[in-house]
């Protein structure tokens, strides 16, 4: 990779490197944007195979963190931290702390969060050096396990994008295939229960399974099978990709709406399920309800404020199927464009203001 062809190509602002030989710290902070304000994205460790890989990591979940927060309406821009080690047997007090002053160094450009491979206590010791991190214990004023409020995030997607297929958001009586039943899955069937929702679910954990049978009477099916079953709604909630050659045409649905993260393989198969005439909600914009939740602790969280503010969702997935309408663009286009409108839009208002302010200065 041409690092600065690349960070030139998308924009990006900052790279930083992190080292620091008595901890083992190796890391890398990618900053993408930061016009709707400090870059806040999670911290992800794991065992990269190659230095190169471990950067392209970080740069691309940067971009998609810019994306996440622009459409949630945040004032947020989008960074991310990649930590190279194994989180099973590298971590330690020196090495967190270490990064930790890293990041106190950018003085609030970057805010880092929770992600795979870290953990609460993580971002408690990253704290202890600094205060731009989210995701910290709740007695420290955090706000604690984000899954719930994720789910309730996707359950209101899902209602937008049910009222775009069916011209009603009521779910009562519907059939959704949940695939994966972990935490915010789990919690999004219990909204759904609620709404007299027929349940299908799989999930490679039997456990998993057998909670969602026992607590909302869903009807268990193998994983492969999930793709099979007559729905109304597809609900990915597991791994990334699952929109695929191999799966797109197994599909008997109306909407495809879930918490998993890169649900489209390809681009081009966000293109084939706009032509088979089913509603996507793009990924990033109905699953954004556990940014949004730690983003109300860089104000003092309040869990009451928050959940209003998750409740947005419902009229942005609204707002991407207009603009996929007005453009005549499949909607994980147009979930692009709505994000790439609004950071467009302040940029300009700041260049306008600076203009002004120039002006201003040369007549006096």
């Known amino acids: 990779m041409k690092l600065f062809d690349y960070m030139e190509k998308y924009d990006y602002e900052q790279v930083v490197i992190c080292q620091d030989k008595n901890s083992g710290l190796k890391a890398i902070i990618a900053i993408h944007d930061t016009t709707l304000g400090p870059a806040l994205g999670g911290l992800r ?192 909630c597991a791994l990334g990709g699952i929109i695929n050659d191999d799966t797109i045409e197994r599909l008997k649905c109306k909407v495809v709406a879930g918490s998993a993260n890169n649900q489209l393989r390809e681009d081009r198969h966000g293109d084939i399920l706009e032509e088979r005439g089913m509603v996507y909600a793009p990924d990033y914009v109905i699953n954004a309800g556990g940014l949004i939740n730690v983003a109300d602790e860089l104000v003092g969280y309040n869990p009451e404020r928050a959940m209003k503010k998750v409740e947005g969702i419902y009229d942005n997935i609204l707002r991407v199927f207009e603009i996929a309408k007005r453009d005549g663009i499949p909607s994980y286009q147009a979930a692009d464009r709505m994000a790439e409108e609004r950071i467009a839009s302040l940029r300009q208002s700041r260049s306008t203001f600076v203009q002004t302010e120039r002006h201003s200065l040369n007549q006096r």
């Open 45 to 236: 460790m794991w065992t990269y195979a190659t230095e190169e890989e471990a950067m392209e990591d970080a740069l691309r979940l940067a971009r998609g963190m810019t994306y996440k927060a622009a459409a949630a309406g945040l004032n947020l821009g989008g960074g991310k931290t990649v930590l190279i080690g194994d989180p099973k047997k590298d971590k330690s007090e020196e090495l967190f702390r270490s990064l930790g002053r890293y990041i106190e160094g950018l003085n609030g450009r970057y805010i880092t969060a929770e992600d795979v491979g870290t953990s609460v206590e993580d971002m408690d010791l990253i704290h202890l050096e600094t205060k731009y991190v989210t995701g910290i214990s709740p007695a420290f004023g955090s706000s604690g396990n984000p899954s719930p409020v994720t789910a309730f995030g996707v359950y209101k997607g899902m209602k937008a994008a049910a009222k775009e297929a069916f011209g009603s958001d009521a779910l009562d009586g519907l059939v959704v295939a949940v695939q994966g039943v972990g935490n915010v899955a789990y919690s999004m069937c219990e909204y759904l229960h609620k709404e007299n929702v027929k349940l299908i679910v799989t999930d490679i954990n039997e456990e998993n399974v057998q909670r969602a049978v026992n607590d909302f009477g869903a009807i268990r099916v193998s994983p492969e099978e999930i793709y099979d079953v007559e729905c109304d709604i597809f609900a990915p």
